[in-house]
């Protein structure tokens, strides 16, 4: 069994330059001004559309994210019903095969220490689950048979596609403290990363969320690639 920490990483992430220029066009449609389009005007009219909420202009373009993460964050993150998404599917990912490395891997739960009393349950729990999967294929069960016993802290990988708008509304639900700690473990870096890149469409964010992903740090939850 091999236990790892969540990841991310852009598939698609037009730049940033582009983004905001592209948005500008479109936004510029309503009021038939793309005459007045310059090599700084997208900033100062972008920015006014964020700041009064005329969020449909921001539906123009779209991000791709392959997310790595147990199947608990991504049975929430599909119910966002305006991206599309692609996971691994454990009907077809016979995990029993050596191009699995016939283990399962899964997303360690980064609230308990590795000492931690709980994090040994956790553990052996995740044992008796793998025992339990490989044996069922070695007595003939299909992958999508087997899977019945497959835990929630599972590895899966989802590539997600959205639109801005729709990828700030996912950040203002799923970094919020009242979201699941995994979901935030992902999502929290995941913002900083979509600030990292542009900037004048999720500064707002970032700093509303600076504070809280400042105290997953603290936490000790492992750093994600960006």
């Not at 990483?9 to 037009?14: G, T």
């Not at 599972?154 to 729709?166: F, P």
């Not at 699941?180 to 979509?194: E, K, W």
Request: charged content about 25%; some cysteine.
């Amino acid at each position: 069994m091999k236990v790892i920490d969540p990841s991310f990483s852009f598939m698609h992430l037009p730049d940033g330059e582009f983004v905001l220029s592209h948005l500008e066009l479109a936004a510029r449609t309503c009021y038939k001004s793309e005459d007045k389009a310059s090599p700084d005007s997208a900033r100062k009219l972008l920015s006014r559309i964020v700041r009064l909420g005329h969020d449909s202009v921001l539906e123009h373009i779209g991000v791709t994210v392959r997310i790595v993460c147990d199947r608990g964050v991504t049975h929430e993150l599909v119910r966002h019903r305006l991206c599309s998404f692609s996971q691994e599917s454990t009907r077809y990912a016979n995990y029993a095969q050596d191009k699995f490395g016939s283990e399962i891997t899964v997303i360690r739960p980064f609230f308990w220490a590795e000492d931690d009393a709980r994090y040994a349950l956790w553990l052996s729990a995740m044992q008796a689950c793998e025992d339990a999967y490989l044996r069922l294929v070695q007595a003939g069960a299909t992958a999508q048979e087997a899977r019945s016993v497959l835990p929630n802290s599972l590895k899966t990988e989802i590539v997600t596609t959205a639109n801005i708008r729709e990828w700030r509304h996912i950040f203002k639900l799923r970094c919020d403290k009242a979201a699941h700690p995994q979901m935030r473990q992902v999502m929290l870096p995941l913002l900083g990363a979509f600030t990292e890149r542009i900037p004048l469409l999720f500064d707002d964010l970032g700093q509303q969320f600076a504070e809280a992903l400042a105290e997953l740090a603290a936490q000790g939850a492992a750093a994600l690639p960006r």
